[in-house]
């Protein structure tokens, strides 16, 4: 069945340090997967998209990789700063569904130490 | 920048009484969306709608609930008798093409 799940439900880091978030999605069909940022008593944000056909992409000091073998998605963020801290979903959609539904992830909890 | 304003922030109803959550979306965006979240859960999808009509729901949009996009700027969800469950952050969300999604800041409703 279609599901988005994460391998880590909280993932402490020390300011500076790299973070890597993980998410296992298993609809093949799903082509198009984005990472949002969930901050306490706010609505998730976007941070960064990738299209099936992409294997990886990159933003400002975060950057998303795509292994559609394994259905994996990950999402790393460079140099982790307190203001990271938050909860971050991975979100798929499938365009033959023609609506734009995302299936989210159960997220992860990431927590930056000073 | 641009952003989906949603209306109230928190709302608080008996149960069995009708809700209406309002949003704003983007301006010139086409598809919309509405979501909730269960606290400490994920986000899931309620509803899409475009071109003035519901295009895809899920098994939780059942006849309690109903969306609206009155005039060219407001888009609203009515739950008609609410149950404890419903209890929930809901989420609107709005984008130009049919992927992704911004989201609004959320409405708290806390059904008693």
Redesign the interface.
């Known amino acids: 069945g279609e599901s988005v799940g994460l391998h880590l439900p909280t993932l402490s880091v020390q300011e500076g340090d790299n973070s890597i978030i993980n998410c296992a999605y298993s609809n093949s069909a799903s082509d198009?997967f984005?990472w949002?940022k969930q901050e306490s008593g706010?609505?998730?944000?976007?941070i960064i998209?990738i299209r099936s056909n992409m294997d990886k992409r990159q933003g400002q000091r975060v950057t998303v990789l795509l292994n559609k073998t394994v259905k994996h998605l990950s999402l790393q963020i460079a140099a982790t700063q307190p203001g990271d801290s938050a909860v971050y979903?991975c979100?798929e959609?499938d365009?033959s569904?023609?609506?734009?539904?995302?299936?989210?992830?159960?997220?992860t909890t990431l927590q930056v130490k000073p | 920048e641009p952003e989906?304003t949603q209306t109230p922030s928190h709302q608080v109803t008996q149960m069995g009484q009708e809700v209406i959550l309002r949003c704003v979306p983007i301006s010139n965006h086409l598809?919309f969306?509405w979501?909730r979240q269960i606290l400490g859960?994920?986000?899931?999808?309620l509803v899409?709608f475009?071109n003035n009509e519901i295009?895809?729901k899920s098994e939780i949009f059942d006849d309690q609930f109903s969306v609206e996009r009155p005039d060219g700027s407001n888009f609203t969800l009515k739950i008609r008798s609410t149950k404890l469950e419903d209890s929930a952050m809901y989420?609107c969300a709005s984008?130009p093409?049919?992927?992704?999604?911004?989201?609004?800041?959320?409405t708290r409703l806390t059904v008693v």
Do not use: H
């Not at chain 1, 706010?42 to 976007?46: A, S």
């Not at chain 1, 569904?97 to 997220?107: A, M, R, V």
């Open positions: 198009y984005i949002y706010k609505g998730p944000q976007f998209d979903f979100a959609t365009y569904g023609n609506t734009g539904k995302l299936i989210f992830g159960q997220g | 989906v598809y969306y979501y859960q994920k986000v899931e999808f899409s475009y295009s895809e989420f984008s093409r049919q992927e992704g999604a911004f989201f609004g800041q959320g």
